[in-house]
């Protein structure tokens, strides 16, 4: 599986770019993840992905059912997920999801995605790590 997360903002602090680093060497052993900074994503969105945007006004749901929609892509043959987070108004995404009703920063918000997809593989995987 292949999973890019594209911001269409900045981020500058050290401490953000650590933390993906250190979630994308664990997310290594169940999918290939790919950040991009890009303010017009829609020129590096495969046509073949399914695009989830990250909104306030999006869906919440638990990690457990995070982890039930990727597995779900999965066995439908969606292998390419793009995650699009910022001003990406001109995307028609697949699905919308809420990680908050509340808006973070730009920075803890990529952490706390990192984080969630790397717990939904554990669950999928049945692995020790959630709760």
């Keep these: ?8 903002q900045k981020v500058k602090e050290k401490y953000v770019m650590d933390a993906l680093e250190e979630y994308a060497k ?3 052993v169940y999918c290939k993840i790919e950040y991009i900074e890009n303010r017009n994503p ?3 969105i495969s ?13 919440l749901l638990s ?19 793009t995650i699009l987070l910022g001003n990406a108004n001109n995307i028609q ?15 803890i918000l990529l952490i706390i995605i990192y984080e969630q997809i790397y717990r939904a593989f554990r669950i999928i995987t049945n692995a020790p790590y959630h709760k």
């Design 1 to 8: 599986m292949r999973i890019k997360i594209i911001n269409t």
């Design 47 to 59: 046509n073949k992905s399914y695009i989830i945007k990250i909104d306030t006004n999006g869906e």
């Design 63 to 81: 990690s457990e059912k995070l982890a039930g929609k990727i597995e779900e892509c999965a066995i439908r043959g969606n292998s390419d997920i």
């Design 42 to 44: 829609s020129k590096i």
């Design 26 to 28: 664990r997310l290594s």
């Design 93 to 107: 995404p697949n699905y919308t999801l809420a990680i908050s009703k509340m808006d973070f920063d730009i920075g």
